[in-house]
């Protein structure tokens, strides 16, 4: 029997328990097609297949790369990417049914040159990032038909609301953003209206499918913001050095967890019994609730868990100390 003292450290581990209860909430929560799960929170087509196996059969992505993977794994029925592209010349060419965001005649041009023949117009509802002005989302779904695509609907992703801390506030301003888009797809037409994530599931009732992909794996972040998910994915790291407190001085531990193998936008990760005083490169310091040694396992919790499983190559899936399975990150790159 493979444990996880058999594995070499860092290593991405998922507890399959957590896990599954998290696909099951998620699918009795939003079942079948009202969930369209975002595979860039974990890059992995095993865990995707899970998914579908789970009743969600339609995927988000947001590179070309995780459209051709999943397209590859046979997970291609319908895949949304969800994301401006200006080189779509490797989707045309999927066996896969390929819908693509656009939102200027840029876009909408490298759909066409690419042989992509479905779109969504990405709308910007108040996030500064993607999407076109609510106004402007009829014109370009216009254009899109003239020029012989299919306008499947409109997307529009809230995504500085999902971890605000008052779930009122949230539930409020999530409702004025998805106003904005259901104006927009008043003039756009089509069947879909695409938007939400993880931190608005449960709050956004205006759209037809949901783009959550964190819950499957959740991190300390959207705990923090009061998801109701569990823990799946820690980083499994070895206590490599131990200073004993000394002459009023505090003890500490450092662990081989550094910021290589964490995404650390959201802060710090966590240990638990354990307080995290800070990450370098390769290394975790930490000041443990009660003593440990060179050589103990430690169970790192990621504060973000997408940049997480992007540097990993492979992640293995455990129960308690037995590694199950290991599965290849193979959604990575671009
Ligand atoms: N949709 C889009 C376009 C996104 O960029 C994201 C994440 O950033 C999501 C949905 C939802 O992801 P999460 O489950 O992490 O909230
Ligand atoms: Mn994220």
């Not at 693509?100 to 759909?111: K, N």
């Not at 500490?252 to 019994?273: E, F, I, Q, R, S």
Request: hydrophobic share 45%; charged share 20%; with cysteine.
């Amino acid at each position: 029997m493979l444990t996880v003292h058999d594995l070499t450290t860092p290593a991405l581990l998922v507890d399959v328990d957590a896990l599954d209860a998290n696909l099951a909430d998620m699918a009795a929560a939003l079942p079948g097609p009202r969930l369209r799960p975002h595979v860039k929170a974990h890059k992995t087509t095993s865990l995707a297949a899970r998914q579908a196996a789970a009743g969600h059969t339609g995927f988000t992505c947001a590179t070309v790369r995780e459209v051709e993977g999943m397209a590859a794994a046979g997970l291609g029925a319908d895949l949304l990417l969800a994301n401006e592209v200006l080189d779509a010349r490797r989707l045309g060419v999927l066996d896969a049914r390929v819908t693509l965001a656009v939102d200027s005649e840029e876009t909408l041009r490298a759909a066409v040159d690419g042989g992509v023949r479905e779109v969504l117009v990405d709308v910007n509802v108040g996030l500064p990032r993607c999407g076109i002005a609510p106004s402007r989302a009829g014109w370009l779904a216009d254009r899109a038909r003239a020029a012989g695509l299919t306008v499947r609907g409109v997307m529009g992703y809230e995504g500085h609301l999902m971890m605000l801390d008052d779930v009122a506030e949230r539930g409020r301003l999530t409702q004025e953003c998805m106003e904005r888009l259901l104006a927009a797809h008043a003039d756009v037409g089509g069947e879909v209206v695409s938007g939400g994530g993880t931190g608005t599931y449960a709050l956004n009732t205006w759209v037809t499918e949901v783009q959550a992909g964190s819950y499957a794996l959740m991190d300390t972040a959207y705990t923090a913001a009061g998801l109701p998910f569990r823990q799946a994915l820690t980083v499994l790291g070895t206590v490599i050095s131990v200073t004993a407190p000394a002459g009023g001085m505090p003890g500490w531990a450092v662990a081989d967890v550094g910021l290589k193998a964490l995404g650390m936008d959201h802060g710090n990760p966590a240990v638990p019994d354990a307080q995290v005083w800070f990450c370098s490169d390769e290394h975790l310091t930490f000041a443990p609730d009660a003593p440990v040694a060179v050589g103990d396992r430690v169970r790192v919790v990621p504060a973000h868990v997408d940049p997480t499983m992007a540097m990993h190559e492979r992640v293995h899936l455990v129960r308690g100390d037995e590694v199950l399975d290991t599965w290849a990150v193979d959604l990575r790159g671009w």
